[in-house]
């Protein structure tokens, strides 16, 4: 496993040691004790999640207020640009923001930790996208900025129009929005 840092230190991209050959590939996706080893991250996940998404689909930004969820992302088929914002008032890259191209033959992870948002647009045709979450899931928690905040500035895939759910659409900008502290 090789870890890559990036502009935000919490946020970390994971590269997985994969064996292939001619008939396919072997990857360990997920070992609790390697992972703490490689990234120092103790995370006892509670939850998986999978959704597939359309071309052109975007999912987020993301997080639940109280209960906040760290997450390992990945894709396992079809490619998406994903990104993680910082939201903890009390952070020095608080309000910023990095992404990394996620994809079925790159087979990179994407680690999110708890106090940031969360979101992704599909690249592919379609995209199957698997992560494991540090909290259950609480509706009642759950909030969103919307994607496009000139505040946060995130630079998405042009030449798509995103697709948003109403909620996603609806999200409030990043200066209205509650954070973490």
Not at 91 to 100: I, R
Not at 116 to 142: I, M, Q, R
Request: hydrophobic fraction near 40%; charged fraction near 25%.
């Amino acid at each position: 496993m090789q870890v890559i840092q990036t502009d935000i230190p919490d946020v970390l991209i994971i590269e997985p040691q994969v064996f292939g050959d001619d008939r396919g590939f072997f990857m360990e996706s997920y070992n609790r004790r390697t992972l703490q080893e490689k990234t120092g991250i103790e995370a006892d996940f509670v939850q998986d999640n999978h959704s597939r998404s359309c071309r052109g689909v975007l999912r987020g930004l993301h997080y639940q207020i109280n209960q906040p969820q760290g997450k390992l992302v990945r894709v396992i088929s079809g490619e998406v640009f994903d990104v993680a914002v910082d939201l903890r008032n009390s952070s020095a890259t608080f309000g910023k923001w990095t992404g990394v191209h996620l994809s079925e033959t790159n087979k990179r992870m994407f680690w999110v930790p708890p106090g940031f948002g969360h979101g992704f647009l599909v690249l592919s045709n379609s995209a199957d996208f698997l992560y494991k979450a540090t909290e259950f899931y609480a509706p009642e928690h759950e909030r969103a900025i919307i994607w496009n905040d000139p505040d946060i500035g995130i630079v998405w895939p042009e030449n798509i129009t995103p697709e948003l759910s109403v909620k996603d659409a609806q999200a409030l900008r990043f200066k209205d929005a509650e954070v973490y502290y």
